[in-house]
C-alpha cells in the first residue's frame, strides 16, 4: 500500500487496465472464451462439461452479473457462461418461464437453479468451504455477511448516479450530493475493515463475499474518477488488479455497445 498522503487519489481508468490485461485476454474474450479457468498444460483435448452454468447478462453493465463471476471464480467452481441480452424480448419471455425471478446473476448446478448474488455466495461456500468465501472467524464471518448485506439492500443513490460502465470514464465527474453520502457509507466500512483484518482484501489476505459485492463501486469509482483518501484508494487498486476482475474487464472492453445511454441501475 502506498504511504498515507493528504491528497485524494483517484483511481486508474479502465483503459489503462485493460491495456495491462494484454492482449492475449483480448483476444480470448474476442474469441467469446466465456470458460472459467485456464487450461491447464497437459490437460486433456476433450473436457467434461462443466458442472455449472452461470447466467449473465452485460459485461459492460452488469455489475451483479459481475459479482457473480467473481463469486464463482474465487469459489473455483467449474463453470460456463451463458449470456442473456437484458434487451431482447424473447429472452425475458424465456427467463421468465424459467424462473421466478428473471434477474441474472443465476447459476444452475446439479439441477438446482439458485438466483440472487447472495444466495449464490451461500452456495458456493457450503460447496467450497476451503475457498474461505466467508471468513473463518464467527465474528468476522457475521461482519463480512452484514457488509454484503448492505451493498445488497442499499446505496441506491450511488447505483443511481454511477451506473457501472467499464468502457467509460468520466474525468472530473461531479458527484449528487445524495450519492455522495453512499459514497462515504462506504469508504467508511472498508477503513474499518482494512485496519480490523490488515487487508489487502476487506477480510484480510484473501478475497471474499465482501469484495465480490464491493468490487463494481471500485470500478464505478474508477469511472466517474472518484476523489479517495489512501486507503481506500489502495484497496480499489487491490480489487481492480484482482486476476478475476481483470479478465471481466477484458471482456467487457471488447463487448458490441448495447446501450447508447444508461441512467438507471442495471
Ligand atoms: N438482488 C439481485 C439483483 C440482480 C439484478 O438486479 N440483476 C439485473 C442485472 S444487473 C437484472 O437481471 N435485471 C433484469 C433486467 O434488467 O431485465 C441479486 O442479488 O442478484
Given at each position: 500500500?502506498?504511504?498515507?498522503?493528504?491528497?485524494?487519489?483517484?483511481?486508474?481508468?479502465?483503459?489503462?487496465?485493460?491495456?495491462?490485461?494484454?492482449?492475449?485476454?483480448?483476444?480470448?474474450?474476442?474469441?467469446?472464451?466465456?470458460?472459467?479457468?485456464?487450461?491447464?498444460?497437459?490437460?486433456?483435448?476433450?473436457?467434461?462439461?462443466?458442472?455449472?452454468?452461470?447466467?449473465?447478462?452485460?459485461?459492460?453493465?452488469?455489475?451483479?452479473?459481475?459479482?457473480?463471476?467473481?463469486?464463482?471464480?474465487?469459489?473455483?467452481?467449474?463453470?460456463?457462461?451463458?449470456?442473456?441480452?437484458?434487451?431482447d424480448p424473447?429472452?425475458?419471455?424465456?427467463?421468465?418461464?424459467?424462473?421466478?425471478?428473471?434477474?441474472?446473476?443465476?447459476?444452475?448446478?446439479?439441477?438446482?437453479?439458485?438466483?440472487?448474488?447472495?444466495?449464490?455466495?451461500?452456495?458456493?461456500?457450503e460447496l467450497?468451504?476451503?475457498?474461505?468465501?466467508?471468513?473463518?472467524?464467527?465474528?468476522?464471518?457475521?461482519?463480512?455477511?452484514?457488509?454484503?448485506?448492505?451493498?445488497?439492500?442499499?446505496?441506491?443513490?450511488?447505483?443511481?448516479?454511477?451506473?457501472?460502465?467499464?468502457?467509460?470514464?468520466?474525468?472530473?465527474?461531479?458527484?449528487?450530493?445524495?450519492?455522495?453520502?453512499?459514497?462515504?457509507?462506504?469508504?467508511?466500512?472498508?477503513?474499518?475493515?482494512?485496519?480490523?483484518?490488515?487487508?489487502?482484501?476487506?477480510?484480510?489476505?484473501?478475497?471474499?463475499?465482501?469484495?465480490a459485492m464491493?468490487?463494481?463501486?471500485?470500478?464505478?469509482?474508477?469511472?466517474?474518477?472518484?476523489?479517495?483518501?489512501?486507503?481506500?484508494?489502495?484497496?480499489?487498486?487491490?480489487?481492480?488488479?484482482?486476476?478475476?476482475?481483470?479478465?471481466?474487464?477484458?471482456?467487457?472492453?471488447?463487448?458490441?455497445?448495447?446501450?447508447?445511454?444508461?441512467?438507471?441501475?442495471?
Amino acid at each position: 500500500m502506498p504511504a498515507p498522503t493528504d491528497t485524494p487519489a483517484r483511481v486508474r481508468p479502465a483503459k489503462a487496465s485493460a491495456a495491462k490485461a494484454g492482449p492475449a485476454k483480448a483476444s480470448a474474450a474476442k474469441a467469446g472464451a466465456a470458460k472459467a479457468g485456464a487450461a491447464k498444460a497437459g490437460a486433456p483435448r476433450i473436457k467434461a462439461a462443466p458442472k455449472a452454468v452461470l447466467t449473465i447478462s452485460s459485461k459492460n453493465y452488469s455489475s451483479w452479473s459481475l459479482r457473480g463471476y467473481l463469486l464463482c471464480r474465487m469459489a473455483g467452481i467449474d463453470f460456463e457462461e451463458a449470456r442473456v441480452s437484458a434487451d431482447d424480448p424473447s429472452i425475458r419471455a424465456e427467463l421468465l418461464l424459467q424462473s421466478s425471478s428473471f434477474l441474472v446473476p443465476r447459476l444452475d448446478h446439479e439441477g438446482m437453479r439458485i438466483w440472487d448474488t447472495l444466495a449464490i455466495a451461500e452456495y458456493l461456500n457450503e460447496l467450497f468451504p476451503e475457498a474461505g468465501l466467508l471468513p473463518k472467524d464467527r465474528a468476522a464471518r457475521a461482519h463480512c455477511r452484514a457488509i454484503s448485506g448492505e451493498m445488497h439492500s442499499g446505496f441506491a443513490n450511488l447505483r443511481s448516479a454511477l451506473p457501472m460502465s467499464l468502457k467509460a470514464h468520466h474525468p472530473g465527474f461531479k458527484v449528487w450530493a445524495g450519492a455522495q453520502g453512499d459514497i462515504l457509507r462506504i469508504v467508511a466500512i472498508w477503513r474499518e475493515c482494512l485496519k480490523t483484518y490488515g487487508g489487502p482484501y476487506l477480510f484480510g489476505t484473501a478475497p471474499t463475499v465482501a469484495d465480490a459485492m464491493y468490487a463494481p463501486v471500485c470500478t464505478r469509482f474508477r469511472t466517474y474518477d472518484v476523489p479517495l483518501e489512501p486507503v481506500s484508494a489502495a484497496y480499489c487498486q487491490t480489487m481492480l488488479a484482482f486476476a478475476p476482475l481483470r479478465d471481466w474487464t477484458a471482456q467487457a472492453l471488447v463487448e458490441p455497445d448495447e446501450m447508447e445511454e444508461l441512467d438507471v441501475e442495471f
